[in-house]
């Protein structure tokens, strides 16, 4: 965007990358849409320039035909939660693991995810959180953690899942496994307990990327 000042311009790069970003960009929008003689204020934003960024998300859940057998298996955890605490519910299959004589309901998982997202951000949970954010918050999160997290993906042609991206923290050999889901709209993580009958693969514990089939 460029501001107009006393005959003077500056530039401001604004990448836009959230929904709170992406607001800005809407009141500039609207800003530059007004008459002159609405305009009373001494400086003047103009938008010259637009560049946009188009990836390609992975399937969602209700596309992957394979999902809820890999539930139902207890290969994939799905935890039910109104609010965008999925990457910190799926954290919490690692900080407080199921047992024989103990497997956690989604309500105490739901407030496990709660301390732990405290813990992390240093604040307190807010119902109108956005979810993590993976560009922003994951070197964050490893660094605290000391955890390295590998995400998975679907890929529709062959079907199968595959190992996508892996961020690792140094020095750790904890892992913490998780299925991404996206439906162009919105995100879901889930938590994986069993890599290999999920993928039919077993990855290299050193690299975390060569992988041989089983």
């Not at 003077?8 to 790069?13: A, G, M, N, V």
């Not at 951000?121 to 955890?147: C, P, S």
């Not at 991404?180 to 514990?205: K, P, Q, W």
């Amino acid at each position: 965007m460029q501001v107009q000042k006393e005959e003077l311009h500056q530039r401001y790069d604004l990448k836009i990358t959230l929904i709170c970003t992406n607001s800005i960009f809407e009141q500039l929008q609207e800003a530059c849409k007004r008459e002159p003689t609405q305009i009373h204020m001494k400086k003047n934003v103009s938008i010259f320039s637009v560049k946009l960024f188009i990836f390609r998300y992975p399937l969602a859940g209700a596309a992957i035909p394979s999902l809820r057998q890999h539930i139902q298996r207890k290969e994939i955890y799905y935890v039910d939660c109104k609010v965008n605490l999925c990457f910190w519910t799926a954290y919490s299959f690692i900080t407080m693991p199921n047992s024989k004589e103990k497997r956690w309901n989604d309500c105490s998982r739901i407030a496990e995810a709660k301390r732990i997202f405290q813990r992390v951000n240093g604040m307190q949970f807010r119902d109108n959180y956005q979810g993590f954010d993976f560009v922003g918050d994951i070197d964050n999160f490893i660094k605290k953690q000391q955890i390295n997290v590998l995400m998975y993906t679907f890929e529709s042609d062959p079907p199968h899942y595959e190992l996508t991206q892996n961020y690792t923290a140094n020095d750790s050999d904890k892992h913490f496994n998780i299925q991404f889901i996206n439906d162009a709209i919105n995100a879901h993580i889930m938590y994986i307990s069993d890599v290999e009958a999920l993928t039919g693969f077993r990855y290299c514990n050193i690299c975390h990327r060569q992988a041989f089939r089983i």
